[in-house]
């Protein structure tokens, strides 16, 4: 085994070790395999169940990319099946080959390494267009490349996995944190998010809104355009604050917004423009996160004190 060999394996592994997806690990594998077999073509394939998938090559000609065939009808399929690397002098005269698919190509010799013995997930093929058996020193390279890119594979799926797995904790914190019927902050969402979004020591004012008429609504209509009620309103606080306020849905017919750096009067004032009679509106001035649950009942009184006074006012 030359030195300049040896150099390129050690280049190779390297670059395994780094690359950060499976494209990479392909370009690394079919470019190295070429070099380090000094042949005419080589092929990485990846075990897609029952089938080979050969997804990359570098060679002379085209030869199998993108295709995908049984495993018991390649030679790729066969090294992975018996878990062994295979020595191919000449094709044709190789009953495992299947010649039929081979006759379009240049190639007359090869040897086919699989990715793991244990449970084997791909093959590195090397081809030659002459006659060529492969030496103790050519295989021992593929060898070497197939053990390297074994471990890239392991790396790739172990970080897709904690990809899935943090991707999985989001999402479920998400629907934990989310009203379900109006895509708003629910109660759990509405507290954490003032704990991210309130900068401390600066003051705030929080609203406490109530959709007025929701049961007569639903009683008259149904529970689906009491929803599109809800949802209506939803939108419309929504749209009436800014990006650093929190608008979330507390439960039933009942919103809650905290907006920092507004007076409760001015918040009151755009609160109660974006809700028209649709809703009830009170607000309050918060100056602590400790003290928001305490301010939200502030709000919440100051919101039925409003609502109690309309109603006196409309049957006077």
């Excluded at 394939?45 to 997804?55: H, I, K, N, P, S």
Aim: net charge negative.
């Amino acid at each position: 085994m030359e030195p300049a060999q040896l150099d390129r394996l050690l280049l190779a592994v390297q670059e395994l070790s780094m690359a950060a997806d499976l494209p990479s690990v392909q370009e690394v594998v079919r470019t190295a395999a070429r070099e380090l077999a000094d042949c005419d073509g080589a092929t990485f394939v990846l075990r897609d169940g029952e089938q080979c998938f050969y997804a990359d090559e570098d060679a002379i000609a085209p030869l199998w990319k993108g295709h995908r065939f049984p495993l018991e009808a390649c030679i790729s399929g066969w090294a992975m099946l018996h878990r062994q690397h295979v020595v191919i002098p000449d094709i044709y005269l190789d009953d495992r080959i299947p010649h039929e698919a081979y006759r379009p190509t240049f190639v007359q010799s090869l040897v086919m390494m699989p990715v793991r013995t244990l449970d084997p997930i791909a093959a590195i093929g090397a081809y030659w267009a002459e006659h060529h058996t492969a030496t103790d020193a050519e295989v021992a390279l593929l060898q070497g490349l197939a053990n390297a890119t074994s471990v890239a594979l392991d790396k790739l799926a172990v970080h897709d996995q904690l990809a899935s797995a943090v991707a999985l904790r989001e999402a479920t914190h998400h629907l934990a944190t989310t009203d379900e019927l109006t895509g708003l902050w629910n109660r759990r969402g509405f507290f954490e998010q003032a704990r991210t979004r309130w900068a401390p020591g600066t003051p705030a004012a929080v609203g406490f809104v109530d959709l007025d008429g929701l049961k007569l609504v639903n009683d008259t209509n149904g529970h689906s355009a009491g929803d599109a009620f809800i949802r209506r309103l939803a939108n419309a606080l929504s749209t009436s604050v800014r990006g650093t306020d929190v608008v979330a849905r507390l439960g039933g017919d009942e919103f809650a917004v905290l907006a920092p750096g507004l007076s409760p009067d001015d918040l009151h004032a755009r609160l109660a423009a974006a809700v028209g009679r649709r809703a009830s509106v009170g607000t309050a001035p918060v100056t602590d996160i400790g003290l928001l649950p305490d301010a939200l009942l502030e709000a919440d009184a100051r919101m039925y004190a409003a609502k109690r006074r309309l109603l006196t006012s409309r049957t006077a």
